[in-house]
């Protein structure tokens, strides 16, 4: 899975890193299947968060359960982010 966004205005780097941070060390461990984070920024403020999982169910279960309960941690991430600008891509590795 592949994200492209820019953050709400007033949302310092620092601050998405930290929320970013929470993710990767509390919440994605609690799910099966997932491998690891990648974040990158642009020089024009676009952030690329790249997110592993073992396999596409996994990923899909990961999606769906985020549907039913979203966990603090994904609230104060998703709060960071200008959705009108996110962008969502999915790809599955050949080799």
Not at 7 to 18: N, S
Request: aromatic share 14%; net charge negative.
């Amino acid at each position: 899975e592949i994200v492209k966004f820019k953050l709400k205005e007033g949302i310092t780097d620092v601050q998405f890193i930290e929320a970013e941070q929470v993710l990767r060390d509390v919440e994605m461990n609690k799910f099966e299947g997932y491998v690891g984070r990648e974040l990158y920024k642009c020089e024009d403020g676009q952030w690329s968060n790249i997110v592993r999982f073992n396999g596409k169910e996994t990923m899909n279960a990961f999606l769906s359960s985020l549907k039913e309960v979203k966990p603090e941690g994904f609230k104060v991430y998703g709060s960071m982010i200008d959705f009108s600008t996110a962008r969502l891509e999915f790809f599955t590795k050949l080799f």
